[in-house]
């Protein structure tokens, strides 16, 4: 019984000894170490040389953190190749321990080794002093590297933010989201401004600092419109609808609502103060919401937006509100009593209903309108299954991205998240557009018919939009267009519609893919 769990060395596949051909895993976790992938090539590449092997693919990621697998497209794309049999090599080369992984937990990284292992392919660790050669020896320098790796990253962590905190004393800003109506100037040592920074750009010495500034009049009193009118009683839903009236956009470019609002309203900022630490997400874990004595404050960094008297009061409003929250019971008490009233719900009727929360509490409450109104006995009319599919439309993205990347040169596997699907990188500064549309059924036209419309921030470069089929359950085609072909609007289109203006559809996926890579390449 002792063994009975123990993996036997005959079971395992025999991995072929004389094999010289080997593919190399290079990991790079910041943007800013620009020579950290062609060092660790280096290093490869002498190793290889050295040893006669021959380096048949490379798996890279560039810029992404080693405490988890998630986001790390090289690594899976690599496990995926051994586990599939796809893999046309027998060894995985690496600098080291820590550029396979900084796991926290030792036995993942041993878990992702053993995939390898267990597929006939061996992982070799080119810089370090052992031999990775399942001897007891090359086993406890292994572990105890694989411990200094996840002990390195703790360490760094707490240097890194006792770092943060000591410059956000100082009055410096040290990251976050920046809020509405606020700007970043860059000083060097001396407090001299070097410009301000716009959005995406970051300081280019470790010696200059950031500095927080009132942003453009506009915005100014666009900011001290909100205070006034939460002040005056207006709640976040209405100050948020008078703005998209007005078509004021955020400093995002995007419409205003509920949370926007309440950010601004809970922001200090906007008196001169700044506060770091209210979250912290340690090693990557999940978010924690600090206790208000771990916060750090630092008073009067810059000239104040709204006046302290005004921002002290829509605290105290906010703080009454949270006081007097209404129950679970009473939310749904007043929900059955608007349906009885109104006959239905949307969430339309609810936010112009007096005496009733906003939608936007049920959704947080309950997690959705359709769970609150199940919970009141009401079933809204209308299909609303493409809300529980939309986990699958996602995933259905996500695998046609990844099948791009190993596919076609040039083109990135780093799916780029949009609000409509994705896209995907390529080289000559281009893009390619990932977009599924469902099928629904038109009650006039009494046909199935398919909703097609250009994302507002649509990438250029080519669009691939996968048609699902009736039953949305599986792709019916793949349309291979451009952007310049997709329509502004929302337009309906039926399946006659679709094969009049697009002509360049596939059946299958490996056929977009082939004309994909032909197109570029072209």
């Known amino acids: 019984m002792g063994t009975a769990l123990a993996v036997q060395n005959a079971r395992l596949p025999r991995r072929r000894e004389n094999d010289p051909r080997a593919a190399q895993y290079i990991r790079m976790s910041t943007d800013r170490q620009q020579y950290s992938v062609a060092n660790q090539k280096a290093v490869i590449a002498s190793y290889a040389a050295e040893h006669r092997l021959e380096i048949v693919r490379s798996y890279i990621d560039e810029g992404i953190s080693g405490l988890?697998?998630?986001?790390?497209?090289?690594?899976?794309?690599?496990?995926?190749?051994?586990?599939?049999?796809?893999?046309?090599?027998?060894?995985?080369?690496?600098?080291?321990?820590?550029?396979?992984?900084?796991?926290?937990?030792?036995?993942?990284?041993?878990?992702?080794?053993?995939?390898?292992?267990?597929?006939g392919v061996k992982v070799i660790y080119c810089a370090e002093v052992f031999e990775n050669d399942g001897s007891p020896i090359s086993s406890l320098w292994k572990n105890m590297k694989r411990l200094m790796a996840a002990e390195m990253s703790r360490e760094q962590s707490a240097k890194v933010f006792a770092g943060h905190c000591r410059i956000m004393g100082?009055?410096?800003?040290?990251?976050?989201?920046?809020?509405?109506?606020?700007?970043?100037?860059?000083?060097?040592?001396?407090?001299?401004?070097?410009?301000?920074?716009?959005?995406?750009?970051?300081?280019?010495?470790?010696?200059?600092?950031?500095?927080?500034?009132?942003?453009?009049?506009?915005?100014?009193?666009?900011?001290?419109?909100?205070?006034?009118?939460?002040?005056?009683?207006?709640?976040?839903?209405?100050?948020?609808?008078?703005?998209?009236?007005?078509?004021?956009?955020?400093?995002?470019?995007?419409?205003?609502?509920?949370?926007?609002?309440?950010?601004?309203?809970?922001?200090?900022?906007?008196?001169?103060?700044?506060?770091?630490?209210?979250?912290?997400?340690?090693?990557?874990?999940?978010?924690?919401?600090?206790?208000?004595?771990?916060?750090?404050r630092k008073e009067c960094v810059l000239e104040p937006i709204v006046s302290r008297n005004v921002f002290d009061a829509a605290q105290r409003i906010i703080e009454r509100r949270v006081r007097q929250q209404i129950s679970s019971d009473l939310l749904l008490k007043k929900l059955r009593v608007l349906q009885l009233r109104l006959g239905t719900l949307s969430a339309d009727k609810i936010n112009r209903a007096k005496g009733i929360p906003c939608a936007a509490i049920y959704e947080r409450r309950f997690g959705s309108l359709r769970k609150a109104y199940g919970l009141i006995g009401f079933t809204p009319p209308g299909d609303y299954r493409y809300v529980d599919t939309?986990?699958?439309?996602?995933?259905?993205?996500?695998?046609?991205?990844?099948?791009?990347?190993?596919?076609?040169?040039?083109?990135?596997?780093?799916?780029?998240?949009?609000?409509?699907?994705g896209c995907l990188a390529v080289q000559d500064g281009s893009f390619v557009s990932l977009r599924v549309i469902r099928s629904w059924q038109h009650?006039?036209?009494?046909?199935?018919?398919?909703?097609?419309?250009?994302?507002?921030?649509?990438?250029?470069?080519?669009?691939?939009?996968?048609?699902?089929?009736?039953?949305?359950?599986?792709?019916?085609?793949?349309?291979?267009?451009?952007?310049?072909?997709?329509?502004?609007?929302?337009?309906?289109?039926?399946?006659?519609?679709?094969?009049?203006?697009?002509?360049?559809?596939?059946?299958?996926?490996?056929?977009?893919?082939?004309?994909?890579?032909?197109?570029?390449?072209?």
């Open 170 to 296: 100082l009055g410096y800003r040290v990251g976050g989201r920046l809020g509405f109506g606020l700007r970043r100037e860059l000083v060097d040592v001396t407090g001299k401004s070097r410009g301000f920074l716009e959005r995406g750009e970051s300081k280019a010495l470790q010696t200059d600092r950031v500095v927080l500034r009132a942003g453009s009049p506009d915005e100014i009193a666009i900011v001290r419109g909100i205070f006034e009118s939460f002040v005056g009683g207006k709640g976040e839903t209405a100050i948020a609808r008078e703005l998209n009236d007005r078509d004021v956009f955020n400093h995002l470019g995007m419409r205003w609502d509920l949370q926007m609002i309440g950010r601004i309203l809970r922001n200090e900022n906007y008196i001169g103060n700044t506060v770091y630490s209210r979250t912290s997400s340690y090693l990557r874990q999940r978010r924690v919401i600090n206790v208000k004595a771990k916060w750090i």
């Open 68 to 119: 988890r697998i998630k986001n790390r497209p090289g690594l899976i794309d690599l496990l995926n190749d051994v586990q599939s049999g796809a893999a046309d090599f027998a060894n995985v080369l690496v600098r080291d321990v820590s550029r396979w992984g900084r796991f926290q937990d030792p036995d993942e990284s041993a878990h992702y080794e053993f995939i390898c292992k267990l597929a």
């Open 390 to 421: 939309r986990g699958d439309r996602l995933n259905l993205v996500q695998l046609l991205a990844r099948d791009i990347g190993a596919s076609v040169p040039g083109v990135s596997s780093n799916l780029i998240a949009e609000r409509t699907g």
């Open 443 to 522: 009650s006039q036209r009494h046909c199935p018919v398919w909703t097609l419309r250009r994302s507002s921030k649509q990438h250029s470069g080519i669009v691939i939009v996968v048609r699902l089929d009736e039953q949305n359950a599986a792709p019916l085609d793949y349309i291979l267009t451009s952007k310049d072909r997709i329509p502004d609007r929302p337009t309906i289109m039926t399946e006659a519609d679709i094969k009049k203006h697009y002509r360049c559809r596939f059946k299958r996926q490996t056929d977009v893919i082939s004309e994909l890579k032909r197109r570029i390449s072209r």
